[in-house]
C-alpha cells in the first residue's frame, strides 16, 4: 500500500509538485503520466527518499519515508537513467546489488527473460543503450518485491523485451503486486494500467481509467485523449 498526502516540492522558485494526494491499496498497474518536466520522476523519487518535499509525506504500508527506511525493503525502484560504475561486468553489477541488497530471489529467470546471458561478461560501458536498461531492469525485478516504482521501464527496451516486461508486469499484478510506473508509451498504458495518474504543472490533472479518460476527451484511443487533453490545457493557458 502507498500513501501520498499533500506533497509539495519546489525547485528554488519552480514549484514541481503542488498538493500531491493518491492512495494505492489493490494490487494493479499504475501509470503516472504526464509531459516531460511535469514531475514524475520527482514523485517517484520522493517516494524512495531520494529527494526531500518540502511539505507532506508518503507511506509505504503505513510507513512514514521521512521517518524511516525500512520500507525500502518492500520496493524495487528502477530509476530513469541507469547509474552504474561502468567498468563492471554485468555479473558484476548483478552480484554487487546482491551483496547491497541482499540476495535476489529470481535472478537467473529475469536474465533469461531478457536474453542477457550473452553479456554477462561484457563491461556495463560497452553494451548498448537497451541492453544497458535490461540490466537496469533486471537489477530492480530480480527482487520478489511488494511494491514496484518503474521510472520509464520501457525507455530504449527493443518490441520483444517490451512485450515480455508486459507479461511480467501482467503476471506480478496477478501475484498481488502493486506496480506504480511512468512512461511516454501510450500502448503500454492502453494494454495494462489499471489507473491513470495525469500530471501537469505539478498538479493530479485527470485520476482514471484508460476508458474514462478516452471517453472524457471523445477520443479513439489513449493517444488521442492524452494529445487533446494537452491542446485543452495550452488553449486554456492562452486565454
Ligand atoms: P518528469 O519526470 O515529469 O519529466 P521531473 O520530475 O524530472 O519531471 O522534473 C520536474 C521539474 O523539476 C523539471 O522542470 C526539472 O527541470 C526540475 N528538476 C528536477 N530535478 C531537479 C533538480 N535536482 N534541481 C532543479 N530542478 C530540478
Known sequence: MIEIKQLYKAYRHRQVLHCIDLTIKKAGIYAILGPNGSGKTTLLKICMGLVLPDNGDVYINHESVRASNHYRKLVSYLPQIARFPDNLKVQELLRLTELLRGKAQRKEAIIEMFGLAPYL???F????GGTQQKV???TCLMYDSSLFLLDEPTAA???VSQLRLKEFLLKEKQRGKIIVLTTHVPHLVQTVADEIYFLLSGKIHFHGTVDQLVD???ASDIEEAIAKLLMHQQEKIKV
Not at 560501458?125 to 548498448?128: D, E, I, Q, V
Open 136 to 138: 537496469n531492469l533486471t
Open 125 to 128: 560501458r560497452n553494451l548498448s
Open 157 to 159: 527496451l527493443d518490441p
Open 121 to 123: 561478461q561484457q563491461s
Open 216 to 218: 472524457a476527451y471523445q
